[in-house]
């Protein structure tokens, strides 16, 4: 038995954080019902048509979900949400600001209906406050949260090359979630959840925020080095390959300079004795580190790096992400299903023990409708009239 099994949610969702939170439902093992707009869907589905002619954004945060095809605007839209409703758990929408409580979806509107019901909205910046009206999308609130200005190098700012906005706040509706369904089953009370995106990333924000406030200067942008720690980041051999690398602590550094660098000597320099040193004399450390790199072959620098026991990487492109061997070797992919046919899927990483995640398809627009719309009691020659008259 799956830990969500016997859970429904109805999601009115699109995009990025709203579907990510509850494919993470859906694979825990709770029944998601997607509420999409007919003709159209999700907008996700249109961003590209890379997978079998199928959207990247979409397939990578749907699978194993309902689709329900509902113009939520259509008169007989209602009768058919409320009727949906009264088996509902968790109710989830990320739609504009003001959009469901037009619609009388509204968490005070539902929950008074429906006292058991767990209401999670997601959000730009949240139902109160200056920007409660302002529209948020994934690069804008990277803006107002401060990220772009630690990313980057000295010259340009650089916003992160995923959603991590959208993705922070769907990983917060998640374990909020969780949490609720968790305290309602000790006590038998629903939830409102109020998740945004902007505190969500402002928390992954929290160390340069607390190094600006308390220390007087933002991290400066470095690119793909660290700010404050030295050496951290990426280094060429002399072969041409790239290698990252990461000394945290004065014990490493001893172990650098001694056995990668073979230059135990520069412990002993006063540029390089401390973290805070090495950072103010960075160029220094760097022109040491290259002077010996650029003799060596990269499988060299990565064979002194592991005997040496320093942290290293080899800079990936997506390509060898996808066929990474540690993936491979720890069996993390799995085939789901689509309307385009069989794809591939990364396992999603709850490794629980004696649990299997749902790995189901990735839903054709619409294909549960009518299955839904009978199991609520409606029958065949209503749903044609349903189809009809452009509700479904």
């Given at each position: 038995?799956?830990?969500?099994?016997?859970?429904?949610?109805?999601?009115?969702?699109?995009?990025?954080?709203?579907?990510?939170?509850?494919?993470?439902?859906?694979?825990?093992?709770?029944?998601?019902?997607?509420?999409?707009?007919?003709?159209?869907?999700?907008?996700?589905?249109?961003?590209?048509?890379?997978?079998?002619?199928?959207?990247?954004?979409?397939?990578?945060?749907?699978?194993?979900?309902?689709?329900?095809?509902?113009?939520?605007?259509?008169?007989?839209?209602?009768?058919?949400?409320?009727?949906?409703?009264?088996?509902?758990?968790?109710?989830?929408?990320?739609?504009?600001?003001?959009?469901?409580?037009?619609?009388?979806?509204?968490?005070?509107?539902?929950?008074?209906?429906?006292?058991?019901?767990?209401?999670?909205?997601?959000?730009?910046?949240?139902?109160?406050?200056?920007?409660?009206?302002?529209?948020?999308?994934?690069?804008?609130?990277?803006?107002?949260?401060?990220?772009?200005?630690?990313?980057?190098?000295?010259?340009?700012?650089?916003?992160?090359?995923i959603p991590v906005a959208d993705i922070a706040a769907g990983m917060y509706a998640f374990s909020s979630i969780l949490a609720a369904l968790l305290r309602r089953g000790r006590t038998g009370e629903g939830a409102t959840l109020d998740i945004t995106m902007f505190e969500a990333l402002g928390e992954w924000m929290g160390f340069p925020a607390y190094f600006t406030a308390y220390g007087g200067d933002a991290p400066p942008r470095s690119g793909a080095y660290h700010a404050t720690i030295v050496p951290y980041g990426p280094f060429r051999a002399?072969?041409?390959?790239?290698?990252?690398?990461?000394?945290?602590?004065?014990?490493?550094?001893?172990?650098?300079?001694?056995?990668?660098?073979?230059?135990?000597?520069?412990?002993?320099?006063?540029?390089?004795?401390?973290?805070?040193?090495?950072?103010?004399?960075?160029?220094?450390?760097?022109?040491?580190?290259?002077?010996?790199?650029?003799?060596?072959?990269?499988?060299?620098?990565?064979?002194?790096?592991?005997?040496?026991?320093?942290?290293?990487?080899?800079?990936?492109?997506?390509?060898?992400?996808?066929?990474?061997?540690?993936?491979?070797?720890?069996?993390?992919?799995?085939?789901?299903?689509?309307?385009?046919?069989?794809?591939?899927?990364?396992?999603?990483?709850?490794?629980?023990?004696?649990?299997?995640?749902?790995?189901?398809?990735?839903?054709?627009?619409?294909?549960?409708?009518?299955?839904?719309?009978?199991?609520?009691?409606?029958?065949?020659?209503?749903?044609?009239?349903?189809?009809?008259?452009?509700?479904?």
């Amino acid at each position: 038995m799956r830990p969500l099994e016997g859970v429904t949610v109805v999601a009115l969702e699109q995009v990025i954080a709203g579907p990510f939170a509850t494919r993470q439902l859906a694979e825990l093992g709770a029944r998601v019902i997607k509420i999409e707009r007919p003709g159209s869907g999700d907008a996700a589905r249109g961003y590209d048509r890379t997978v079998l002619g199928l959207s990247s954004h979409f397939v990578w945060t749907n699978r194993s979900k309902e689709s329900l095809a509902l113009d939520v605007k259509h008169p007989a839209a209602k009768a058919i949400l409320e009727k949906l409703l009264l088996k509902t758990d968790v109710f989830l929408q990320n739609l504009a600001p003001g959009a469901v409580e037009r619609l009388g979806l509204g968490s005070d509107e539902l929950r008074k209906r429906h006292p058991r019901l767990i209401w999670c909205g997601i959000s730009g910046y949240g139902p109160a406050g200056p920007y409660a009206s302002k529209k948020a999308y994934d690069l804008l609130v990277q803006c107002e949260a401060g990220l772009l200005s630690v990313t980057g190098t000295p010259e340009a700012p650089s916003k992160a090359g995923i959603p991590v906005a959208d993705i922070a706040a769907g990983m917060y509706a998640f374990s909020s979630i969780l949490a609720a369904l968790l305290r309602r089953g000790r006590t038998g009370e629903g939830a409102t959840l109020d998740i945004t995106m902007f505190e969500a990333l402002g928390e992954w924000m929290g160390f340069p925020a607390y190094f600006t406030a308390y220390g007087g200067d933002a991290p400066p942008r470095s690119g793909a080095y660290h700010a404050t720690i030295v050496p951290y980041g990426p280094f060429r051999a002399g072969d041409g390959g790239t290698v990252f690398l990461s000394v945290q602590n004065e014990r490493e550094f001893a172990r650098f300079c001694e056995g990668v660098l073979k230059k135990p000597q520069l412990t002993k320099d006063s540029r390089f004795s401390s973290s805070p040193a090495r950072r103010k004399n960075r160029d220094a450390m760097h022109g040491e580190i290259d002077s010996v790199f650029k003799q060596l072959k990269t499988s060299e620098v990565i064979e002194r790096l592991e005997t040496a026991d320093i942290a290293n990487a080899r800079l990936n492109d997506m390509g060898g992400f996808w066929r990474h061997p540690q993936l491979e070797a720890r069996g993390r992919w799995a085939k789901v299903g689509s309307p385009a046919g069989e794809i591939d899927a990364l396992k999603p990483p709850f490794n629980l023990s004696g649990f299997e995640p749902r790995m189901d398809a990735v839903p054709a627009l619409g294909e549960h409708s009518r299955a839904i719309l009978s199991e609520l009691g409606y029958g065949e020659r209503e749903i044609e009239a349903l189809a009809a008259s452009g509700a479904i």
